[in-house]
């Protein structure tokens, strides 16, 4: 018996994987098809890696590892909470803000860095 169409026990898993949840076929070469479908996964997972959003990434990274230490820090008879305006913390604060105002000068020509807000 032929099937006619329409769902069957085969035709759909689980759902979509996708967080955008609406999806479009497309023809794409053989040989980039792994590395296509992979970058789709990663920006479908909210990570900026394109070329032209390398700062926002890299202050994305930044506002990643300061939650990391957060979450991660240990109080001790000093202070209770992560304190990222001591002087430990001067560099990255710099680099960020470097990122922020002028990331030519890292070789980065990115003006979407001016948009993004930081936590530190």
């Not at 506002?63 to 001591?86: A, C, F, G, I, W």
């Not at 990331?103 to 530190?120: F, R, V």
Request: aromatic share 8%.
């Amino acid at each position: 018996m032929m099937n006619k169409g329409g769902r069957t026990s085969t035709t759909w898993g689980a759902g979509s994987t996708w967080r955008n949840r609406e999806v479009k076929t497309i023809r794409v070469p053989v040989a980039l098809a792994d590395e296509i479908m992979e970058y789709a996964k990663v920006l479908d997972a909210g990570i900026a890696v394109s070329h032209g959003n390398i700062a926002k990434f890299t202050l994305a990274l930044l506002d990643r590892y300061v939650e990391y230490k957060r979450l991660n820090y240990h109080p001790n008879q000093n202070s209770k909470q992560l304190d990222t305006s001591t002087r430990s913390w001067d560099e990255l604060r710099k680099f960020q803000k470097l990122l922020q105002e002028n990331p030519a000068a890292l070789g980065i020509a990115d003006e979407t860095c001016n948009k993004y807000s930081s936590k530190l």
